[in-house]
């Protein structure tokens, strides 16, 4: 098979379809090759909540948030944590260029392309509590309207447009197996023609070969995603000196496609894959009670209130909170041994507090549906939560704490709680609610949230006692942990050429997206949120650019 192109661009994500609508803006042609097929046009960012990184944005300012590019990037560097002299050599430049990105035109680039936000803006990773440690100073996690999948439609829709003026030709159900290098320069690819597969978007598709491709361009773009849909993957490179031992059971936040082949291609062809222990897995997972792909989990995104419990019962310490520090949470749940924790919340927590992660659980915003949307005041009449807590088997509701132990033993008889262990922490936290002032500092972190306006009208319940009949029933929730993003993989220079383990560029091949670690590794070891769609983008523009500039 022989196609026209000037860059083949491998996997059709977001990071693939920005690069493509550059490259298509300067008149070049594209050819994209994907293993799965019309349905999964837009890849992971289809499912994402849709969150932005912004720094010293308009919403920001009009929520009377003061925020920097200094201040942003002191947040990035803390929470990245660079320590290997190589492989981070470019990720600490990506991370620099991203902050100033996040603080520049990210938002106008985003507005010129018909992308609107809310005026709300969230506070997520708020850290370990101090100032120069991991976090986000001030709230940064800005809502798209219309979630993940109008990210995507926003580079779909002009891409699909440059295809009917013949710039893009798409070869579904095509899996790239090599690189074709010749001279040192990467030139094509090769691989496998699939069977056509009809499945809905995310279900897994068969992996039937029916014939074999090779097509040949001036450049080749890998924007495959990472390794988060392949667990064989994930527990191979656990990085159990700083985590603990792999938790036996995964949930996974990403589809099967997710496979990480094309980190492994990329490396055996001569490119340089760095980082790979490094990803952003989340301890807050439930199981999907209607999944789509394989141990398929969604993630609570909770306030700061929910009484946090390890699988033995203990509190979490200081400053393991819910909406904190995701990273750190991870490693002492894994790191003791266990795969679960709990949260223990009251009906009012729950009503206030209790967000599922993705555009499939947030019909408001992905709908744009302002009617839906008011109904976030009282999340346990959203649709989604209402079904996970009819359906899902990580649920307990009951009326007192005694029965709720009860039923928590019931879903893990392997792991069974003391009820007075639970009863003394529960206890000893209602009361430090008794006064404004307190030693809990939990309860001061809950404080400091409903400063922020927004945070208190909408997201986060006024401190009250868990066993407050007044507030109940009492909900436990049983948290596993979320296989989800892939924080390192190929490495590049600041124009998304791919680097040689020398440090040489590799001539004629790019990367961008997760793939690239979302530009160089740019997160490091820990995310600020609403960095990956952003990251995405970031790096896929770049490498358009680059590769328009530079192509013959």
Request: overall charge neutral; charged content about 25%; proline content about 6%.
């Given at each position: 098979?022989?196609?026209?192109?000037?860059?083949?661009?491998?996997?059709?994500?977001?990071?693939?379809?920005?690069?493509?609508?550059?490259?298509?803006?300067?008149?070049?042609?594209?050819?994209?090759?994907?293993?799965?097929?019309?349905?999964?046009?837009?890849?992971?960012?289809?499912?994402?909540?849709?969150?932005?990184?912004?720094?010293?944005?308009?919403?920001?300012?009009?929520?009377?948030?003061?925020?920097?590019?200094?201040?942003?990037?002191?947040?990035?560097?803390?929470?990245?944590?660079?320590?290997?002299?190589?492989?981070?050599?470019?990720?600490?430049?990506?991370?620099?260029?991203?902050?100033?990105?996040?603080?520049?035109?990210?938002?106008?680039?985003?507005?010129?392309?018909?992308?609107?936000?809310?005026?709300?803006?969230g506070w997520t990773e708020r850290g370990r509590g101090t100032a120069t440690g991991h976090g986000n100073s001030v709230p940064r996690f800005h809502y798209t309207w219309g979630a993940g999948p109008e990210v995507?439609?926003?580079?779909?829709?002009?891409?699909?447009?440059?295809?009917?003026?013949?710039?893009?030709?798409?070869?579904?159900?095509?899996?790239?197996?090599?690189?074709?290098?010749?001279?040192?320069?990467?030139?094509?690819?090769?691989?496998?023609?699939?069977?056509?597969?009809?499945?809905?978007?995310?279900?897994?598709?068969?992996?039937?070969?029916?014939?074999?491709?090779?097509?040949?361009?001036?450049?080749?773009?890998?924007?495959?995603?990472?390794?988060?849909?392949?667990?064989?993957?994930?527990?191979?490179?656990?990085?159990?000196?700083?985590?603990?031992?792999?938790?036996?059971?995964?949930?996974?936040?990403?589809?099967?496609?997710?496979?990480?082949?094309?980190?492994?291609?990329?490396?055996?062809?001569?490119?340089?894959?760095?980082?790979?222990?490094?990803?952003?897995?989340?301890?807050?997972?439930?199981?999907n009670w209607a999944p789509v792909w394989p141990g398929h989990g969604v993630r609570v995104i909770s306030g700061p209130s929910p009484l946090w419990l390890d699988a033995t019962g203990r509190r979490l310490p200081?400053?393991?909170?819910?909406?904190?520090?995701?990273?750190?949470?991870?490693?002492?749940?894994?790191?003791?041994?266990?795969?679960?924790?709990?949260?223990?919340?009251?009906?009012?927590?729950?009503?206030?507090?209790?967000?599922?992660?993705?555009?499939?659980?947030?019909?408001?915003?992905?709908?744009?549906?302002?009617?839906?949307?008011?109904?976030?005041?009282?999340?346990?009449?959203?649709?989604?939560v209402r079904a996970f807590l009819d359906h899902g088997e990580d649920l307990v509701i009951r009326p007192t704490l005694s029965a709720l132990v009860e039923g928590m033993n019931a879903l893990t008889p392997e792991?069974?709680?003391?009820?007075?262990?639970?009863?003394?922490?529960?206890?000893?936290?209602?009361?430090?609610?008794?006064?404004?002032?307190?030693?809990?500092?939990?309860?001061?972190?809950?404080?400091?949230?409903?400063?922020?306006?927004?945070?208190?009208?909408?997201?986060?319940?006024?401190?009250?006692?868990?066993?407050?009949?007044?507030?109940?029933?009492?909900?436990?929730?049983?948290?596993?942990?979320?296989?989800?993003?892939?924080?390192?993989?190929?490495?590049?220079?600041?124009?998304?050429?791919?680097?040689?383990?020398?440090?040489?560029?590799?001539?004629?091949?790019?990367?961008?997206?997760?793939?690239?670690?979302?530009?160089?590794?740019?997160?490091?070891?820990?995310?600020?949120?609403?960095?990956?769609?952003?990251?995405?983008?970031?790096?896929?523009?770049?490498?358009?650019?680059?590769?328009?500039?530079?192509?013959?």
């Amino acid at each position: 098979m022989s196609e026209v192109a000037d860059v083949i661009v491998v996997g059709a994500g977001l990071a693939g379809l920005v690069a493509t609508l550059e490259l298509t803006r300067a008149g070049r042609r594209v050819l994209i090759i994907e293993q799965e097929n019309e349905a999964n046009l837009g890849g992971q960012a289809f499912w994402a909540e849709g969150g932005l990184f912004l720094v010293n944005s308009p919403e920001q300012r009009c929520a009377g948030i003061k925020d920097s590019q200094e201040l942003a990037l002191s947040d990035w560097l803390a929470s990245a944590e660079f320590d290997r002299d190589d492989e981070d050599r470019w990720a600490r430049r990506w991370a620099e260029a991203y902050v100033s990105f996040a603080a520049g035109d990210k938002r106008s680039y985003l507005y010129r392309l018909g992308l609107r936000l809310l005026p709300v803006v969230g506070w997520t990773e708020r850290g370990r509590g101090t100032a120069t440690g991991h976090g986000n100073s001030v709230p940064r996690f800005h809502y798209t309207w219309g979630a993940g999948p109008e990210v995507v439609r926003t580079f779909r829709d002009p891409v699909l447009a440059a295809a009917d003026r013949g710039l893009v030709t798409f070869r579904y159900r095509h899996r790239v197996d090599g690189l074709v290098v010749e001279g040192g320069t990467a030139i094509g690819v090769r691989g496998a023609v699939l069977a056509p597969s009809h499945e809905p978007r995310g279900l897994p598709s068969s992996r039937e070969e029916v014939g074999e491709f090779e097509v040949r361009a001036q450049a080749v773009l890998v924007t495959s995603g990472g390794m988060g849909g392949n667990p064989d993957l994930v527990r191979a490179h656990w990085p159990t000196g700083r985590l603990g031992p792999v938790p036996a059971s995964l949930l996974t936040g990403v589809p099967a496609h997710v496979d990480g082949r094309m980190l492994r291609i990329t490396e055996e062809a001569g490119g340089s894959v760095v980082n790979l222990d490094r990803m952003w897995n989340y301890p807050e997972g439930l199981k999907n009670w209607a999944p789509v792909w394989p141990g398929h989990g969604v993630r609570v995104i909770s306030g700061p209130s929910p009484l946090w419990l390890d699988a033995t019962g203990r509190r979490l310490p200081p400053p393991l909170f819910p909406s904190h520090t995701a990273r750190d949470t991870l490693r002492h749940i894994t790191r003791h041994g266990h795969d679960h924790s709990w949260f223990i919340m009251t009906q009012t927590i729950l009503d206030r507090e209790f967000a599922l992660s993705g555009s499939d659980q947030n019909p408001d915003l992905t709908g744009k549906n302002p009617l839906l949307l008011f109904l976030r005041l009282k999340k346990s009449t959203m649709g989604p939560v209402r079904a996970f807590l009819d359906h899902g088997e990580d649920l307990v509701i009951r009326p007192t704490l005694s029965a709720l132990v009860e039923g928590m033993n019931a879903l893990t008889p392997e792991a069974p709680l003391e009820y007075a262990r639970v009863e003394r922490e529960a206890v000893a936290r209602d009361r430090q609610v008794a006064n404004d002032y307190r030693k809990d500092m939990q309860l001061t972190s809950v404080r400091n949230a409903r400063a922020y306006l927004p945070e208190r009208l909408l997201r986060i319940a006024a401190p009250h006692r868990l066993l407050d009949p007044a507030h109940g029933p009492l909900i436990a929730a049983r948290l596993r942990v979320l296989v989800r993003k892939t924080l390192g993989g190929v490495q590049t220079n600041l124009d998304s050429q791919v680097l040689r383990p020398d440090g040489a560029a590799f001539d004629g091949l790019y990367a961008a997206g997760e793939a690239a670690g979302f530009g160089g590794g740019v997160h490091g070891y820990n995310a600020l949120e609403g960095g990956f769609l952003g990251g995405c983008v970031f790096s896929g523009r770049t490498a358009g650019r680059a590769l328009a500039r530079d192509l013959a």
